[in-house]
């Protein structure tokens, strides 16, 4: 028996993820520092666990509407409206689902004929690309730039644009880059996504996380709530991640759609993480904006050190994530940097194409952590990239 | 609050060398800080926060509800003041209510406690009254939980 005979083509056909990968190596290393996790430090605060107790002890262990609880909804409505713009309507335009990642793949589903393409920005979470292709849709990556600190690039998608494409997937702040998209580049790309007849997907769990300037949603443009589904949940900002919850706001037709596959494959998001999304919202901005104060210090305080040593690194404006230049100043490309770094010295970064080839010669360094581990972890790498210097200079470049 | 006090609450480390690390300011800069802060009576320095129920010490703590006597001129404030200097007494706050000062006394057993609330706090002239409470357990000082929540060892190390 020949187990890969028995695996649909499409899955076998899937890449293993390359954080799996080096989380096999981290694993058998407890006693490293990792900048690696892809959550936050901050445990979710205790009014929020405790609303979920308080559920929990009033007996509330039933499913619910499929949409979600019509008082989340509600909620949700309400603080979109306020935060982000866009009023929906709480009976129709807003499904919950578990975490942003049901969000993205139930909406593609929704929309992806085979063969369907798809734009999105790259480097970019790692699950864009494999929920495309478990869609039966072609992947039409769109490189960001380094030089203009992986922001939104409405012309690099008008260059990349060709006949078949369909949806625009954008998630900005970025993980894993931090990149951000201001007003003009939404405008702009809000016109070609008007012009093209794109529908928007736009996974913006970040926002909150955003230090300079405001967050804009491209939902709020003129013409486009009637073509985007805006993704938003409780992980990131609420430290909720375990909680698996998330939301999708949209027109009925499209809100519809992924009803229709929700109700079949999830049933519903689990109630006692609805309730404490309810608390969330009602209560925890202040705990938002406490935390967001504390990542942007370590932010300045990563980014600073990283440059100090060579590891040229701009200033990540939303999300938790640096995302250094490792490969000019170390010779060594962002894989085997990482494997040397973590195995020499005991520190973990991703690297950099685990978020797609374009994340080529860079690493992600989540400064979602202390300051005790991050000035440790700093020195550390300060020493290996000192000591990869050393060791090239006494053997020159090939060429 | 500065970035400075923020940062020594945050981490409880004092060096100099390694604030100046966070901040992107050298060690002489912080030290210089620091002193101001201490020589204004901002910063009153620093202690290490045991958890009782793991310390070597077997400390017996009580809470003390003292009624006392104001006085025509500075109020509750003398009287205060003098409780206040036992060694005995870790903390002494004014309070409203039904008693005037709250006070927290420490003591190697359950005898000392008592013999220090019979014997000196009961008998300054102008307290009027006590009524003493023994701790039994601490659950959370100085704004820390002390059983460590949040160690998760199943969050994985790495993660998207």
């Known amino acids: 028996m020949n187990p890969q005979d028995y695996i649909a083509k499409h899955v076998s056909g899937l890449p293993r993820s390359g954080i799996r990968d080096f989380f096999a190596i981290v694993s058998e290393m407890p006693q490293a520092i990792s900048l690696g996790i892809g959550e936050p430090d901050f445990i979710t605060p205790w009014k929020i666990r405790e609303s979920s107790i308080f559920a929990l002890e009033k007996g509330k262990t039933s499913y619910t509407d499929n949409r979600g609880l019509l008082s989340l909804r509600k909620e949700i409505s309400a603080y979109v409206e306020k935060h982000f713009g866009p009023a929906y309507d709480p009976g129709n335009e807003i499904l919950v689902t578990v975490g942003v990642s049901e969000a993205i793949d139930i909406a593609l589903r929704a929309l992806i004929n085979p063969g369907d393409k798809v734009m999105y920005h790259e480097p970019c979470y790692v699950s864009y690309a494999p929920s495309i292709s478990l869609a039966f849709g072609e992947a039409i990556p769109v490189a960001t730039s380094p030089d203009y600190s992986f922001a939104l690039d409405p012309d690099a998608f008008e260059r990349a644009w060709e006949p078949g494409c369909k949806v625009l997937m954008l998630n900005f702040p970025t993980n894993p880059t931090g990149g951000t998209a201001n007003r003009e580049k939404l405008e702009k790309l809000a016109k070609f996504a008007v012009e093209k007849d794109l529908i928007v997907i736009s996974d913006e769990i970040y926002a909150e996380l955003t230090y300079e300037g405001e967050h804009l949603s491209i939902a709020s443009f003129p013409g486009m709530q009637d073509r985007t589904i805006f993704l938003h949940g409780f992980s990131k900002a609420f430290a909720m991640t375990g909680f698996r919850v998330g939301f999708a706001c949209g027109p009925d037709w499209l809100i519809d759609a992924m009803m229709k596959i929700h109700q079949y494959c999830m049933m519903c998001a689990p109630i006692l993480s609805q309730e404490a999304a309810i608390e969330a919202l009602r209560n925890g901005i202040e705990d938002v904006l406490r935390m967001r104060d504390q990542y942007s210090k370590r932010r300045d305080f990563v980014v600073r050190r990283f440059n100090e040593m060579g590891l040229d690194c701009h200033l990540p404006r939303g999300s938790f994530y640096a995302f250094p230049s490792v490969s000019p100043s170390t010779r060594l490309d962002e894989v085997e940097f990482c494997h040397r770094l973590l195995r020499e010295s005991e520190v973990a970064v991703v690297p950099g194409t685990a978020f797609g080839p374009h994340g080529k010669g860079h690493v992600r360094a989540s400064f979602s952590t202390s300051y005790e581990k991050l000035v440790e972890a700093t020195s550390r790498m300060e020493k290996f990239v000192d000591q990869v210097r050393a060791e090239n200079q006494s053997v020159p470049a090939a060429g | ?160």
């Open chain 2, 1 to 160: 609050m500065s970035d400075l006090l923020s940062i020594i609450q945050e981490t409880g480390n004092p060096d100099p060398v390694y604030l100046g690390k966070i901040l992107d300011r050298s060690p002489e800069d912080v030290e210089k800080e620091l002193t101001f802060l201490k020589d204004e009576g901002v910063l009153m320095g620093w202690v290490p926060l045991i958890n009782p129920s793991k310390g070597e010490g077997g400390e017996v703590k009580s809470v003390i509800e003292v009624k006392i006597s104001p006085e025509r001129e500075g109020g509750f404030n003398r009287l205060a003041h003098r409780i206040s200097k036992f060694e005995e007494v870790e903390d002494c706050h004014l309070m409203s209510g039904a008693y005037d000062l709250l006070v927290i006394v420490k003591g190697k057993d359950l005898h000392a406690v008592a013999t220090f609330v019979s014997e000196r706090l009961a008998t300054i002239d102008g307290v009027l009254s006590t009524a003493t409470h023994f701790l039994l357990r601490s659950y959370k000082e100085h704004g820390h939980l002390l059983n460590r929540e949040g160690e998760n060892p199943e969050k994985p190390a790495v993660s998207a």
